[in-house]
T-cell receptor, first 111, second 116 residues
Framework: DAKTTQPNSMESNEEEPVHLPCNHS???????IHWYRQLPSQGPEYVIH???SNVNNRMASLAIAEDRKSSTLILHRATLRDAAVYYC????????????FGGGTRLMVKP | DAGITQSPRHKVTETGTPVTLRCHQT?????MYWYRQDPGHGLRLIHY???????DKGEVSDGYSVSRSKTEDFLLTLESATSSQTSVYFC???????????????FGPGTRLTVL
């Protein structure tokens, strides 16, 4: 399976935008880019996913590089509740819908 | 929130004893998954199910078995628990299809298992 590389941790100030990078240089044409986050003492929750085009939803935006070898999750205004571990995951479009989690990026938000 | 419950939420057991964890869903989703998460690490897939009585192995299946006799229930069994199986176990569900709302996995609250 193609792997992703993320920084171990990042810091942000409250109410400022946050850009969380992810490198996936071995991505294949059928891999979807998924982002999940895990708040302390909870299970992961879905944030956003995309294939080739940039995507927006109520939680975040996903910017995908033209060559698809990297992507960036954008939180437009970080809040203290956004402090979590963010996982960038490549999901192959096959039966099973399986996710392979890496180490993720721990986002700390300062008031 | 997706209707996923896990039981028990916490369990302490001794090495060599059998343990069964239960995942129950009310969403009628086809796919169900069991993951484990160890401190400081991401989740690793143990087993998954793609329908009643249809299961397959994940990345770390040794020492674990699963069963799914009903759509809503997915059981994870440790036949003879070992200390290396001390972990937090998460269940997840998903559907699969072309709609953008598919393909998300929804996770349960987790079960913290300690094997002494």
């Amino acid at each position: 399976d193609a792997k992703t590389t993320q920084p171990n941790s990042m810091e942000s100030n409250e109410e400022e935008p946050v850009h969380l990078p992810c490198n996936h240089s071995t991505i294949s044409g059928t891999d979807y880019i998924h982002w999940y986050r895990q708040l302390p003492s909870q299970g992961p929750e879905y944030v956003i996913h995309g294939l080739t085009s940039n995507v927006n939803n109520r939680m975040a935006s996903l910017a995908i590089a033209e060559d698809r070898k990297s992507s960036t999750l954008i939180l437009h205004r970080a809040t203290l509740r956004d402090a979590a571990v963010y996982y960038c995951i490549l999901r192959r479009n096959n039966a099973g819908n399986m996710l392979t989690f890496g180490g993720g990026t721990r986002l700390m938000v300062k008031p | 929130d997706a209707g996923i419950t896990q039981s028990p939420r916490h369990k302490v057991t001794e090495t060599g004893t059998p343990v069964t964890l239960r995942c129950h869903q009310t969403e009628n989703h086809r796919y169900m998954y069991w993951y484990r998460q160890d401190p400081g690490h991401g989740l690793r897939l143990i087993h998954y199910s793609y329908g009643v009585k249809d299961t397959d192995k994940g990345e770390v299946s040794d020492g674990y078995s699963v069963s799914r006799s009903k759509t809503e229930d997915f059981l994870l069994t440790l036949e003879s628990a070992t200390s290396s199986q001390t972990s937090v176990y998460f269940c997840a569900i998903s559907e699969f299809g072309d709609s953008p709302s598919y393909n998300e996995q929804f996770f349960g609250p987790g079960t913290r298992l300690t094997v002494l």
